[in-house]
């Protein structure tokens, strides 16, 4: 089974600075095709979770531009290049290239 | 705008089952089935392709949980059989546009597995 792995587990941000957080895949999830089958979710307190980025690096319609994945491979990366209050809530990486798995989540808090 | 509804939450004993339903607005091709501890973070479960003929599971699902689809009423269910203390979360359905693209919810239902 493909184990992510997302640190750190709590990030505590001022608003307006940015933020980063890094997710660790136990297997590679580069297909030969190039595609990266590795996407970020937002979940508010109280929410259901949101999609904010697929294919490892492509914002989902609505999300602002502040908010941006990168890695390949085995290692990616989500930043947020300036925190708004909005922005607080629980952010899971997840892999959809074997079955799904989803990291433990990293909260963020203001 | 595509929606998804969950309803068929309760509180069963140890060893029972519970059928959940997930409601859709329209057809919808692959839908996934995640829950989520209170408190605690996201898990996926199953999932089922359109015309029902392809269906994947968890581990620790397999054998007990079944998931299935009626189009003529555009509902899926989620029949958990043998429950545990451990299944014990809120049960989301979501639409999957593409290898775990999902991104339409539902708000979720409870269900509560205690003696």
């Known amino acids: 089974d493909v184990v992510m792995t997302q640190t750190p587990l709590s990030l505590s941000v001022t608003p307006g600075q940015p933020a980063s957080m890094s997710c660790k895949s136990s297997q590679s999830l580069l297909r030969a095709d190039g595609q990266t089958h590795v996407f970020w979710y937002l979940q508010k307190p109280g929410q259901s979770p949101k999609l904010l980025i697929y294919e490892g690096s492509r914002r989902f319609s609505g999300v602002p531009d502040r908010f941006s994945g990168s890695g390949s491979g085995t290692d990616f990366t989500l930043k947020i290049s300036r925190v708004e209050a909005e922005d607080v809530g629980v952010y899971y990486c997840m892999q959809g290239m074997y079955l799904k798995t989803f990291g433990q989540g990293t909260k963020l808090e203001i | 705008e595509v929606q998804l509804v969950e309803s068929g939450g309760d509180f069963v004993q140890p060893g029972g089952s519970l059928r959940l339903s997930c409601a859709v607005s329209e057809f919808i091709n692959w839908v996934t089935w995640v829950r989520q501890d209170p408190g605690k973070g996201l898990e996926w479960v199953a999932e089922i392709n359109g015309d029902g003929s392809e269906q994947n599971y968890m581990d620790s699902v397999k054998g007990r949980f079944t998931v299935s689809r009626d189009n003529a009423k555009n509902l899926l269910f989620l029949q958990m059989n043998s429950l545990r203390a451990e299944d014990t979360a809120v049960y989301y359905c979501?639409?999957?546009?593409?290898?775990?693209?999902?991104?339409?919810w539902g708000q979720g239902t409870l269900v509560t597995v205690s003696s």
């Open positions: 979501a639409r999957d546009v593409y290898f775990g693209k999902f991104d339409i």
